[in-house]
């Protein structure tokens, strides 16, 4: 199973509403994952089963879709945010992950 | 507190091996399933290996580019995952993440902890 994500890039502003989407070449019901990655850094889980919120992660961001087409959603953009993030899927193995999408400041 | 600490990357020449390491604390090791993860310098993450916990046998599933080279296990009287590396290649070039699983709505997820990461560079 291929995960596309769009962009691979984007430049925001802080406070503005930022999303991004993750296309998997075949259905993948709800088994999908988004990951924070910051320069250096461990990859930190911020979603999983597609919309449910790991502990401890801002409320600002959420997540949706189901089958082959997930959003992970950025409600306010602070300056905290400014990452990479990934997506991943848990339908069978192997367990791919997206390319990637690198939030930059504007 | 989950605490993963990796050990073991190093420079080693094509076709060499090597054994990384992971040391689990802070929670029951034994309950959960563990993953190794790795970044190439510049590139994204690419999942590399699962094992499953007691209760699934500690079976293994490993990424098609490794298979047969790779072999993940683990020793719950230790605490501690290991990812055994043989024929290294220098695509495998990576900083390798371990990662610890959680089971949720029919299926298990990797990485609600991270380590900080060991890297291996492949190079003559």
């Known amino acids: 199973i291929q995960l596309t994500q769009s962009p691979s890039s984007l430049s925001a502003s802080v406070g503005d509403r930022v999303t991004i989407t993750c296309r998997a070449s075949q259905g993948i019901d709800k088994y999908l994952a988004w990951f924070q990655q910051k320069p250096g850094k461990a990859p930190k889980l911020l979603i999983y089963?597609?919309?449910t919120l790991q502990s401890g992660v801002p409320s600002r961001f959420s997540g949706s879709g189901s089958g082959t087409e997930f959003t992970l959603t950025i409600s306010s953009l602070q300056p905290e945010d400014f990452a990479t993030y990934y997506c991943?899927?848990?339908?069978?193995?192997?367990?791919?992950f997206g390319g990637g999408t690198r939030v930059e400041i504007k | 507190e989950v605490q993963l600490v990796e050990s073991g990357g190093n420079l080693v020449q094509p076709g060499g091996s090597l054994r990384l390491s992971c040391a689990a604390s802070?929670?029951?090791?034994?309950?959960?399933?563990m993953d190794w993860v790795r970044q190439a310098p510049g590139k994204g993450l690419e999942w590399v290996a699962r094992s499953r916990d007691k209760p699934h046998s500690y079976s293994t599933e490993h990424a098609a580019s490794v298979q047969g080279r790779f072999t993940i296990s683990r020793d719950d009287s230790q605490d501690t995952l290991y990812l055994q590396m043989t024929s290294l290649e220098t695509e495998d070039t990576a900083v390798y993440y371990c990662a610890r699983g959680f089971c949720s709505g029919g299926t298990c997820y990797s990485g609600d902890s991270w380590g900080q990461g060991t890297l291996v560079t492949v190079s003559s």
């Open positions: 802070g929670f029951t090791f034994s309950d959960h399933y």
């Open positions: 991943q899927h848990l339908k069978n193995y192997p367990l791919t």
């Open positions: 089963g597609a919309s």
